[in-house]
């Protein structure tokens, strides 16, 4: 396929920052992205607004910001430029290093941050009371904690994680064997009630500093039932309710406080950091390099940045980690002017800051999952399955599921044909095997492979306990072996929660193609086990068919190939600009694709790179609305038969159906799945879903798919994006294309943005008996 001529990549518009809070846009909410449901991808680009849309990543740029690279969204937004993006440097001394020589240099880290733990949570519990493990959570990590806790007795404190030694993981803690989560016809979301009172409190400070109201459900959700108080006495806590910007706060805060704050005032700069590393976390990032953060505090007019850092990590506000090895005096370095080997053999330091939130998450799973390599019984014998297995590729992976106890398996769509033949091979031995999805469409298409619908749940359904086995006697999910499938979509707080909720001597192989957007949030937990050679890896051999596939393939190794479609399976359609791009996708979805491939348009998945724009999600829905269901809108904007997107959590996107609505609230079918969402979060959590991004995308697949490429969506395009994108249809792919050569530009030199996390060097750093880890 070659690039036609598009039209001259166009402008989008940027957000002019107010000295007080405006409102965010119809929706706005949840910690990640633009718009309130326009989720599961990465973090979009914020929009007029600015509130972060709760489950997807900037897929390009939006209404009012710069857009995202390959599956780790770059905020280009000029205040926030570098925010997230700047690598190297170092700050701070990181904590007293532990002195024992028989430690690990992931237990030397921990031991050396208890110290500043323990001060941090002594500091949290006198204000709200012991906090458990896991309460750092939120969205889908929250979400499935909520069911794992059901069934566990005890309650662990937040520094065990930071506590117990790396290298001998931990037993399971045993549950009562009558305790089982509840099971449930959907997944519901876990948003913080808010009383009358609580919000007339808010109500009252937002009017006094100049803030609308509109604010005051999400600070209350945000901030809790003391929300007014909160604000009153320290204004800048305005910035953790979704869609505020510092600028806001500010002029919030001068309104409260007058003369009595500045711009090095403490409750601020705490703010601040706060906020950057929770921006870091929407870009995918776990942590945040220390000389980024202090650039960006300049920036915001902070006078001393490192004064600054060191206050917050002192307040608990953020945690302080260590990468790399420091020179010392003992490691044979030169002295006094002496040459030493270790010289040019010394890595540079680099100091991270990260929330507690995240650390908790990849220390706990860095210990889970060195749990199941060490506790696996690796001398089974599959050797009789693996014979009778349908490819080669099939027959290497329950080799390798047999010895090892965890293992990576990656291909494309037609290698999901191998692990669904693990399943399959291990269920004939009489193991208690099970695939686990993304979502409810990767679960229908697993199902088919193994030809039995008991074989494949999805995630959230089998952690909240309406999927699945269920719990064993100890508490963890009754099985000997679990494949993961679309591993790419983890994020390190979901998968910290389902490595502790399986058992001990299970197996566990994560399967995904590494070539798609990663997770909406933060983390890249496939790609750092793959990179830290943590387990045994198997690559499939089996290709893609047809057209799509051949063209997806060369994507995935940076060329943008001419294909031979002669069923029209790959369709290029040139356009000028937004408008007629806009046209043409109305048209293809309405008439042609129907036509010629005999698929309806409620099989047609409409994909473009953002949400704003003149072709961006918000005005491809408006156009095709008016024209496949034109209606009122009179539940909440919503008619029966609009396709929509229903988003329970940050960074989770299930697309469905509207049925009806009532006092109880706008019921949708959900892939078969009947989900009421209450009139309270139909605003914020439903949008309309003919159009998605790529990251809202990822592990589904339609029929056909048509691609939005509008001019000013250059920007926003990379490798990983195309290739997630232009592989979501089955039969049929038309690319609506308008933006000239910027498409083989970003296939073949915009690759994946890497993503700052901490899993893979805790994972090198452990114990590595054998071969494992």
């Avoid at 402008?11 to 920052?17: A, F, H, N, S």
């Avoid at 506000?317 to 090895?325: C, M, N, S």
């Amino acid at each position: 396929m070659t690039a036609l001529p598009g039209d001259t990549p166009g402008t989008v518009g940027t957000d002019t920052p107010q000295d007080t809070v405006s409102p965010p846009e119809a929706g706005a909410e949840g910690p990640e992205h633009a718009e309130a449901p326009e989720a599961s991808d990465a973090p979009d680009a914020p929009d007029a607004s600015d509130a972060p849309d709760p489950s997807d990543a900037p897929d390009a740029p939006d209404a009012s910001e710069g857009g995202e690279s390959s599956g780790t969204p770059a905020d280009t937004d000029d205040d926030a430029r570098g925010d997230a993006e700047a690598e190297a440097g170092a700050d701070a001394a990181p904590a007293e290093a532990a002195p024992a020589a028989e430690l690990s240099e992931a237990q030397a880290e921990l031991a050396a941050q208890r110290e500043l733990r323990e001060r941090i949570e002594k500091r949290k519990a006198e204000k709200a009371g012991p906090i458990a493990a896991g309460t750092g959570l939120s969205g889908t990590a929250a979400e499935l904690l909520a069911a794992v806790r059901a069934v566990e007795s005890g309650e662990k404190a937040g520094t065990a994680f930071f506590d117990r030694p790396a290298a001998a993981p931990a037993s399971r803690r045993p549950a009562p064997a009558a305790a089982q989560p509840p099971r449930t016809s959907a997944p519901e979301a876990t948003a913080r009630a808010a009383t009358p009172e609580a919000l007339d409190a808010v109500r009252a400070v937002l009017t006094e500093g100049g803030a609308p109201e509109a604010l005051a459900r999400p600070a209350v959700g945000a901030l809790g039932e003391q929300a007014a108080e909160l604000l009153r006495t320290d204004p800048w806590r305005l910035l953790a309710v979704p869609g505020v910007r510092p600028e806001q706060a500010d002029g919030f805060a001068r309104a409260l406080l007058g003369a009595d704050c500045g711009p090095d005032d403490g409750r601020r700069t705490a703010a601040l950091i706060g906020w950057l590393l929770e921006r870091a976390a929407l870009q995918g990032h776990t942590a945040m390099d220390a000389d980024a953060v202090r650039t960006a505090l300049a920036e915001r007019a902070v006078g001393d940045p490192e004064a600054a850092v060191r206050d917050a990590v002192e307040e608990g506000v953020a945690l302080v980690f260590q990468e790399g090895d420091e020179p010392s005096a003992d490691d044979g370095g030169a002295a006094d002017g002496e040459a030493g080997d270790a010289d040019v053999a010394r890595e540079p330091v680099q100091v991270l800051l990260g929330l507690d939130r995240y650390a908790l998450a990849e220390e706990s799973l860095a210990d889970g999952l060195a749990r199941l390599v060490n506790a696996c019984e690796k001398a089974a014998d599959w050797a009789e399955a693996a014979a009778s297995a349908p490819s080669p590729s099939a027959a290497e992976l329950i080799r390798t599921a047999a010895a090892a106890g965890l293992v990576a398996h990656s291909g494309g769509e037609a290698a999901r044909a191998e692990p669904a033949a693990l399943i399959a091979a291990a269920r004939g031995l009489g193991l208690r095997a099970l695939g686990a999805t993304h979502s409810e469409d990767g679960r229908r298409r697993l199902a088919a492979a193994t030809g039995d619908p008991d074989t494949a749940v999805t995630l959230s359904g089998l952690l909240s306990g309406a999927q699945g086995p269920g719990r064993d006697e100890d508490g963890a999910l009754a099985l000997d072996l679990l494949v993961v499938l679309d591993a790419p979509q983890l994020d390190v707080e979901g998968a910290a929660v389902l490595v502790e909720a399986l058992a001990d001597g299970a197996r566990l192989v994560l399967s995904g193609d590494p070539g798609v957007l990663g997770s909406a949030g933060a983390g890249r937990v496939f790609g750092d086990v793959l990179a830290a050679r943590t387990c045994p890896q198997v690559v499939s051999r089996t290709p893609d068919p047809g057209p799509i596939g051949e063209l997806v393939s060369g994507i995935g190794i940076g060329e943008l190939n001419q294909v031979d479609a002669p069923g029209k399976e790959v369709v290029i359609v040139p356009v000028r600009d937004a408008g007629e791009a806009v046209h043409r996708t109305v048209q293809l979805v309405a008439d042609s694709v129907p036509r010629a491939f005999s698929i309806p348009a409620e099989e047609t998945q409409v994909i473009t790179v953002g949400h704003g724009g003149a072709a961006g999600t918000r005005a491809l829905n408006e156009a095709l609305k008016q024209r496949l269901n034109p209606g009122p809108g009179r539940f909440g904007g919503f008619d029966p038969g609009d396709r929509v997107v229903h988003v329970p959590a940050p960074g989770r996107a299930v697309p469905g159906v509207v049925r009806s609505a009532d006092a109880e609230g706008l019921h949708l079918d959900c892939g078969g799945v009947p989900v009421v969402v209450p009139q309270e979060r139909v605003e914020s959590s439903v949008r309309h879903g003919w159009a998605l991004s790529a990251h809202q995308a990822a592990g589904m697949r339609w029929p056909a798919a048509v691609v939005v490429l509008p001019g000013d969506a250059a920007q926003g395009l990379s490798r990983p994006w195309v290739y997630t994108a232009f592989g979501r249809g089955e039969r049929h792919l038309s690319v609506v294309h308008g933006v000239d050569q910027a498409l083989p530009h970003a296939v073949a030199q915009v690759p994946a943005q890497e993503r700052t996390t901490r899993l893979r060097p805790l994972l090198e750093a452990l114990p590595t008996p054998g071969a494992a880890l």
